[in-house]
């Protein structure tokens, strides 16, 4: 609410009495006075030299800085050549001899012109100008969010006339399968009678001899005929020889050249001195990955043991702080940070509440993040001391990761476990909420038990492991859904995917831990699936990679890390 001593609609009051019309104002103290209350102004502070004027002329009286040199001094003269205000004792003592000289007064009211003609300019010009240029940029986007969109709808289209193509195609290929089936099982079929006619016939022979054999009819035994050699030639047999099927693997290039590419766009500017030029990639050429490649078998590189001090512990997560050191984090309700190479425990930190932390992070200083799910907050520690950044209402923080730009990506669950949302933080300042798709559909699965863990990728996508889904969602940064990761067959154990700890590598791969198969899972950043990682890991929880994309595997039971190397 506006003041009313200060209000347009009240007259100016008093700073003092707050009741009187003001008549005076101190130009030293920047105060509105009433005539009656000069004196008391002018005593309450002795120190100062109250400049009192009418309140018409306020702001009148210069204010003249003080020498430093010559005991508070007013300095009312200037030195264009040191560029420095001096008082009348600085004249007398000869310090700017030679100098050009002038007065305070005319260099401000220089300065002031100058100022005033940039504010002017600034005011009449560059500001409307610039507000023009926004505008033009926000249509502009506008209009390329619509054609972007456009672009992406006839791909689709595209793809979908390919799919049905495809879709006859296989179609056909399984109608001439079941027919090759058929045809090989009616010509085992009658080789099978054959065979069950002479082993029905072999019981009769049997049957006929275990009578002559008990007989004690001479006439009936020499009658007897054995056919035993009939049976002695064994059937041919039929071994159906089965089709393959042979994908033509080595032409995806030619597939994706048939299929279409994109044309390079590009950005350039206009009267402002400067030129920008990118080049999209056509989408054969954005799957290939230049430099690292996965391993075909990863190898463990070493195996750090973790102390978690609790009844039936648990240990959840990693992150890591530099390729030397990790933090780790279980069920006890302490962070602990371990050597890498030595193993050793260098440093232990309690929760503020004592609660076991929900997930942590590092940040690009350095700093250590955790959630605390009971208490509602996220907090960081600094030199060891723990500040709280956010505390939630009506919401429970569970994911946390720290994005490239220093932002906080927070992935939280509300109170009735009927909501889950993404926010993004600045600080404690909330930036940007993600929470459902594009037909208002919600992106994550709801519920207090749900586990979930959230990344963001180098293309700035943002990654969350939703077990309660059985997924892997992954949103671009503006939020749009991309797409979602529901498991590869078969799985090592052929279980259904069981997403826990995610992380990033240089190379934009996902890693996902999948407990219910003791593995990790590796897809692209387009979601294709790359590979899995078994190394003979056992109920892995918590995931992160170094500068070296080494991967840090958190094994829930055993309470070991796993160092493992995947990439050449």
């Not at 104002?25 to 009192?52: P, R």
């Not at 569970?398 to 990506?409: E, R």
């Not at 909420?433 to 979930?452: N, W």
């Not at 593995?519 to 899995?532: E, M």
Request: aromatic residues 6%.
């Amino acid at each position: 609410m506006m003041d009313p001593r200060t209000s347009s609609q009240d007259v100016m009051r008093c700073d003092m009495c707050e009741t009187a019309v003001v008549q005076m104002h101190c130009d030293t103290c920047l105060a509105n006075l009433c005539s009656a209350c000069v004196g008391n102004h002018i005593i309450s502070d002795e120190s100062k030299d109250h400049k009192v004027v009418k309140f018409q002329a306020r702001k009148s009286t210069p204010l003249y800085p003080t020498c430093t040199t010559h005991n508070k001094e007013p300095c009312e003269m200037y030195c264009k050549q040191c560029n420095i205000p001096f008082c009348l004792s600085c004249i007398a003592s000869k310090q700017h001899l030679g100098h050009e000289l002038s007065k305070v007064l005319q260099v401000v009211r220089e300065k002031k012109d100058m100022i005033t003609k940039q504010r002017n300019e600034l005011i009449d010009t560059i500001y409307p100008t610039y507000q023009g240029i926004a505008f033009d940029v926000q249509n502009r986007m506008i209009h390329l969010e619509k054609e972007h969109g456009d672009l992406s709808t006839a791909i689709t289209k595209h793809g979908e006339d390919w799919h049905r193509e495809i879709d006859k195609l296989v179609k056909k290929l399984k109608a001439e399968v079941d027919e090759m089936k058929n045809i090989q099982l009616q010509t085992l079929q009658k080789h099978l009678d054959e065979i069950l006619k002479n082993i029905s016939e072999i019981k009769d022979e049997i049957n006929s001899l275990e009578t002559v054999i008990d007989t004690n009819d001479l006439s009936k035994l020499f009658g007897v005929k054995v056919n035993v050699s009939r049976y002695r030639k064994l059937p041919h047999k039929i071994m159906p020889s089965l089709p393959k099927f042979i994908p033509r693997i080595g032409h995806k290039e030619e597939l994706s050249k048939l299929f279409g590419a994109l044309s390079s766009n590009s950005l350039t500017s206009d009267k402002h001195g400067y030129s920008m030029m990118t080049i999209q990639k056509s989408p054969e050429a954005g799957s290939s990955l230049s430099g690292k490649q996965l391993l075909d078998e990863p190898e463990t590189v070493t195996t750090i043991k973790i102390d978690i001090y609790s009844l039936i512990p648990y240990f959840y997560i990693v992150s890591c702080l530099s390729d030397k050191e990790i933090w780790t984090s279980g069920n006890d309700g302490t962070m602990k940070l371990y050597s890498i190479n030595q193993g050793s425990l260098l440093k232990s930190i309690t929760t503020k509440s004592g609660n076991m932390p929900s997930n942590i992070a590092v940040t690009k200083s350095g700093d250590l993040v955790y959630t605390d799910n009971i208490d509602r907050t996220v907090n960081i520690v600094k030199n060891e001391k723990i500040e709280e950044v956010i505390r939630l209402q009506n919401w429970v923080p569970k994911g946390v990761c720290c994005t490239s730009s220093d932002d906080l990506l927070v992935i939280m669950y509300s109170d009735d476990n009927k909501q889950t949302k993404v926010v993004r933080y600045s600080g404690s300042t909330e930036k940007q909420t993600i929470q459902f798709d594009d037909k208002g559909k919600p992106l994550y699965s709801s519920g207090f038990h749900i586990l979930r863990y959230i990344t963001e990728n180098r293309n700035l996508d943002i990654c969350v492991s939703d077990d309660g889904a059985g997924a892997v969602v992954v949103v671009n940064q503006a939020g749009k859904l991309r797409f979602r990761y529901t498991g590869h067959a078969p799985a090592p154990k052929n279980k259904p995917f069981d997403p826990r700890g995610i992380t990033t590598d240089s190379q934009s791969h996902i890693l996902t831990a999948d407990f219910n198969n003791d593995c990790v899972h590796i897809i692209d950043k387009n979601g294709q699936f790359l590979s899995y990682i078994n190394c003979g890991l056992n109920d892995p929880f918590g995931l992160c990679t170094d500068t070296n994309d080494n991967l840090f595997v958190a094994q829930l039971l055993n309470k070991r890390v796993r160092k493992i190397k995947y990439l050449n």
